[in-house]
């Protein structure tokens, strides 16, 4: 999630009996996801009024990290329940499950829009522990005293989300108009400390771990392309036969259920970075921010503060961001991924990120040093960029340039 949220989880699933045949039940009715329908995908605008977003002299790590971690780009549209609420979700191909807050949530942070009230709708139950809609690979799910399946989701950055997890009715909003309505595991946040700035309420996850809806709607293909960030441009999330696969073939990484592909090396101004390459390079809409190995990545930062631009370390949890104040963008060389038979080149428009703090803008280098040896490639360096996804073949098709 644009979270500089890393979408990607820290807990380990609890294992719980799996019932297949409610997942038959669920799958039978997805003809409609296989034929393919298209999202709009869209940015949300900078915001104007962040006048105490970053103090405006000296940069205050604390409430810099808070609100820079918690900021997701990307959202959809989707329309839940029966009469049905529309809601703006963050996408998330670095997670599994869908959520969203309830109206009811305690302690939450306050929205823009209210959350979702589920003693309105007609068409959510509960799901009962012991059903297989109850284990989700890779997230926490728990029983409450009547025995009905809880989730929880702890992300990268510490954020959580705890609740209910129910079968609702959610609608997407084709992009010609129009909806495609499917009953599926949706969680309803009573506790959670994700926030919100742009008017969103909660989470798209669109990774295929099992349990998952990619999952249990037996989606084959998916593509999304994300639009030019902060633009009213729009992009497309698109599902089934109306995925668009086109541009080079990757292997994708067997058996991980993210989508994720090896390094083969990486480039920056004209020389190969010795160390890297055979890196799981995860690709996660739900995170504005790249994940590195610190060590490898350390001479890069180096050579960019000796030579190119300067730039105020601020100090957080998951490491070291790089910012600098200016009217403009700063200039430092290309960053070149090479995967199999293809290369991804980030500029500095998308290697940095400005921040508006109250009409004094701020340029944070957006790849951050952690101490993990996987890389999340974050939507920020997805910009612009259309990934196909052939989830039975286990390719990935890409294609620059082509949203
Ligand atoms: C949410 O908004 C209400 C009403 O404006 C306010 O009383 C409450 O303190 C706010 N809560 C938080 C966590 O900001
Ligand atoms: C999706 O975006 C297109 C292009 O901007 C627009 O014409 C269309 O109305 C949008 N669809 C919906 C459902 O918002
Ligand atoms: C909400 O979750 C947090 C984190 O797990 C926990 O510390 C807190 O006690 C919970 N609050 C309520 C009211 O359940």
Redesign the pocket.
């Known amino acids: 999630m644009m979270v500089q949220r890393i979408l990607c989880f820290c807990t380990i699933a609890v294992l719980i009996l799996f019932n297949t045949g409610v997942c038959n039940s669920l799958t039978q009715r997805s003809s409609t996801i296989s034929s393919g329908f298209s999202v ?1 995908i869209t940015s949300k605008l900078p915001p104007k009024h962040r006048s105490s977003f970053i103090k405006p002299t000296k940069l205050d790590p604390m409430s810099f990290y808070l609100t820079i971690w918690s900021e997701s780009i990307y959202m959809a549209q989707i329309l839940i329940g029966t009469p049905s609420d529309t809601f703006f979700v963050h996408l998330d191909t670095g997670s599994p499950i869908t959520w969203i807050q309830d109206k009811y949530c305690n302690p939450c942070v306050n929205n823009t829009f209210p959350g979702y009230d589920a003693s309105q709708s007609s068409s959510v139950s509960p799901i009962d522990c012991d059903d297989g809609f109850c284990y989700v690979e890779h997230v926490t799910t728990a029983c409450d005293e009547y025995n009905d399946c809880t989730i929880e989701l702890n992300y990268l950055d510490s954020t959580y989300a705890k609740g209910e997890y129910r079968l609702e009715s959610l609608s997407f ?3 010609e ?1 129009g909806y495609i309505r499917e009953t599926v595991p949706i969680g309803f946040a009573t506790n959670t400390s994700v926030r919100y700035n742009d008017g969103a309420v909660g989470i798209m996850g669109l990774s295929r771990h099992s349990g998952s809806f990619i999952d249990l709607l037996r989606v084959r293909y998916l593509s999304f392309c994300l639009p030019t960030a902060f633009t009213s441009k ?1 992009g497309g999330l698109k599902f089934g036969l109306q995925a668009d696969l086109k541009g080079v073939i990757v292997p994708m990484i067997q058996g991980d259920s993210f989508y994720s592909l090896n390094l083969k090396s990486l480039n920056f101004d004209g020389q190969k970075i010795d160390g890297f390459g055979n890196q799981n390079v995860i690709f996660d809409t739900g995170s504005t921010m790249t994940l590195v190995p610190k060590n490898l990545f350390d001479p890069v930062l180096k050579k960019i503060l000796n030579k190119y631009v300067y730039l105020e370390e601020v100090k957080g949890a998951l490491g070291s961001r790089y910012c600098n104040y200016g009217s403009t963008t700063p200039y430092i060389p290309p960053i070149t991924w090479k995967f199999q038979g293809l290369e991804i080149v980030s500029t500095s428009k998308t290697l940095f990120i400005v921040y508006p703090n109250g009409g004094r803008p701020v340029f944070c280098f957006n790849i951050v040093g952690t101490t993990s040896n996987e890389i999340i490639f974050s939507s920020f360096l997805m910009q612009n960029i259309n990934f196909g996804i052939d989830i039975g073949r286990n390719l990935m098709y890409i294609q620059p340039n082509s949203c």
Do not use: A, I, P
């Open positions: 709009n909003l084709k992009s108009g729009v």
